[in-house]
């Protein structure tokens, strides 16, 4: 009998790219294979040099980037004969660690900083059963921690310092890349695994022949944690994009070399930029991401005001891949508190039209 092909996760599709064998078990939930979507009605509203993609990450199984690299540290954290995993987190990290450690029957420790984690991001690590600490500190604090756990027990650190995890992220690049190759790749950044993994992404597909010119990358911080921009790192981070409220990035020089090689930039968004950005691409397109997302096209919104795509506009309208990192299901009360709460009105036809304009 023929089998049914279905996807199988990014170790399967991008196996030659990545450091997996045939020993390795797969640990996937099927991520990867994310829609990228071009944002017509919001490209008119930014720039008439540009044509705008959003490569909806938050599509992939725990509803952020994370599972492209989790799927390869669990995988290879299982190959190695761990049991355990841990990370420090802002969210989205401890919800695919914790998933794809209940997948691999490995027990899985996650450190987040109190009171400080998206409401939805918490539910999934503790839905999926991992151990969940909270620390009185920032993140930065949670991984200093989590890095000396890890060096003294053993347990597997899952954080964007696993090289792994870079491993997995990369395929994002390379699934944009089976369409076109952009001219400008936007990016929000945190602790810079994702820009280095892209940037990796496209490099390798390069040197492999797929493509033959890479992106110039675009990495947007948020104003009040934003040390790669002010170069210092920030004791005490501030936005309301909590997945980017980090103040000492652990890949700052591979993103500053990201940037540099391909003759980009890394530039900040306030946390206005980014809360109206969060509410265009959702308002105008019907794509719904996090705020930490919204930093990569508030950034673009920010550059588009600066001329910087019309100064380089040619005859065609230049490219733009905006990467959406996490679903904005995972954050409900910041979409709450930016909307409108819906009034009650009586049960009839007359009271309720008084509220609607058609
Ligand atoms: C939704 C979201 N966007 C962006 C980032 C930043 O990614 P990185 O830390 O790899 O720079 C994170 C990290 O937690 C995130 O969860």
Request: aromatic letters at 6%; one cysteine or more; hydrophobic letters at 40%.
């Amino acid at each position: 009998m023929n089998e049914i092909k279905i996807y199988k996760g990014l170790i399967e599709t991008w196996r030659k790219f990545l450091p997996v064998s045939k020993k390795t078990p797969v640990i996937s939930l099927c991520e990867g294979n994310t829609p990228l979507i071009r944002a017509y009605n919001l490209e008119r509203k930014i720039s008439k040099d540009i044509e705008l993609y959003v490569k909806y990450e938050g599509m992939n199984p725990t509803g952020s980037f994370k599972d492209r690299g989790m799927t390869m540290a669990i995988s290879k954290a299982k190959e190695e004969g761990s049991k355990a995993v841990i990370c420090a987190s802002t969210g989205n990290t401890s919800a695919s660690a914790a998933a794809y450690a209940t997948r691999a029957g490995m027990k899985c420790v996650v450190i987040l900083p109190a009171g400080k984690i998206a409401l939805g991001k918490l539910t999934q690590a503790l839905m999926h059963g991992a151990t969940v600490l909270a620390v009185d500190g920032n993140f930065d604090d949670a991984l200093n921690v989590v890095k000396e756990i890890s060096a003294k027990y053993p347990i597997t650190l899952v954080n964007s310092i696993n090289p792994y995890r870079i491993e997995g992220q990369k395929t994002g690049a390379f699934e944009i890349c089976e369409n076109f190759v952009p001219d400008f790749h936007a990016i929000p950044v945190g602790n810079a695994g994702n820009i280095t993994a892209y940037w990796k992404g496209y490099k390798e597909f390069k040197a492999a022949g797929r493509i033959k010119r890479t992106p110039v990358m675009l990495g947007f911080q948020a104003e009040g944690s934003a040390p790669i921009v002010r170069g210092y790192p920030i004791d005490k981070p501030e936005t309301l994009a909590t997945a980017i409220r980090i103040g000492n990035p652990a890949s700052w020089k591979q993103a500053e070399a990201a940037r540099d090689e391909s003759k980009g930039l890394i530039d900040m968004v306030s946390d206005d930029e980014i809360v109206a950005a969060y509410k265009l691409i959702a308002g105008t397109e019907g794509v719904y991401c996090e705020p930490a997302s919204a930093a990569s096209i508030a950034g673009v919104i920010k550059l588009s005001g600066q001329k910087y795509f019309s100064k380089r506009a040619g005859s065609k309208k230049l490219k733009v891949v905006c990467i959406l990192t996490g679903h904005g299901l995972k954050d409900p009360d910041r979409a709450i508190k930016v909307s409108k709460t819906p009034i009650t009105v009586k049960p009839n036809l007359k009271e309720l039209m008084k509220h609607i304009s058609l």
